[in-house]
């Protein structure tokens, strides 16, 4: 996906994929991430998740990165957050209390912007990115994730009857992309396409919604 399209999404307002609640599978697996108290999460395209605060109220830093100023924008201004701006290294960094959000292209933030990373939560990233792109993401995250673990979660449907994002992630793709450093593990698959009816009118017959625990080998 190009940047503007996303920009665009943002724009227009055409942003389905925000929950306007915290995700139900970050409140039941993240316990399975093993922390320590004040452990340092990162949020790869986080738009303007409640997630980041469901983290923050629990006393972990939270780091997101996201590519659209108005969603980070939106993000600070909604949570009724004063932020502090400044520039490092060609990304905005926005920061209040514990939560910082880079607001820059992902594949810009290097390791040293960054820091630390003692967990993953990537809840709408990998999923949002077409076949071509997963790879260099994968591999990135790897790199500035380090053997930090990951709580991932995706969608399974008949990619051939919908177009993405968001976009069909196998189980094998999964294990393709992360299984030479993870060891990879279900935590839980439900069907979720009777809560999704704008995408059985599109045709596809299932839509299964998947949470993944990746840790270090």
Not at 91 to 100: A, K
Not at 208 to 215: A, H, M, T
Request: proline share 4%; charged share 20%; with cysteine.
């Amino acid at each position: 996906m190009e940047t503007d399209f996303w920009h665009s999404r943002w724009e227009n307002n055409l942003t389905g994929f925000h929950l306007n609640e915290v995700n139900p599978y970050l409140k039941a697996h993240f316990v399975s991430l093993g922390l320590k108290s004040a452990a340092r999460i990162f949020v790869p395209l986080c738009g303007k998740s409640l997630d980041l605060m469901w983290l923050a109220e629990k006393g972990y830093e939270v780091v997101g990165v996201e590519l659209s100023p108005i969603a980070v924008e939106a993000f600070f201004t909604e949570n009724n957050m004063q932020a502090q701006l400044d520039t490092v290294d060609g990304l905005s960094r926005w920061q209040s209390g514990n939560i910082t959000v880079f607001c820059g292209d992902f594949f810009n933030l290097s390791v040293a912007v960054l820091g630390q990373v003692d967990a993953v939560y990537d809840r709408a990233s990998l999923i949002a990115l077409p076949v071509s792109m997963r790879k260099e993401y994968a591999d990135k995250l790897t790199q500035l994730a380090e053997n930090a673990p990951k709580l991932l979660i995706t969608l399974e449907y008949q990619q051939s009857k919908m177009d993405g994002p968001p976009f069909s992630v196998t189980e094998n793709e999964i294990t393709a992309l992360y299984g030479e450093h993870y060891q990879i593990k279900c935590l839980s698959a439900q069907d979720v396409l009777d809560n999704n009816p704008k995408f059985k009118e599109r045709g596809l017959t299932y839509m299964n919604e998947s949470c993944y625990l990746l840790l270090a080998k």
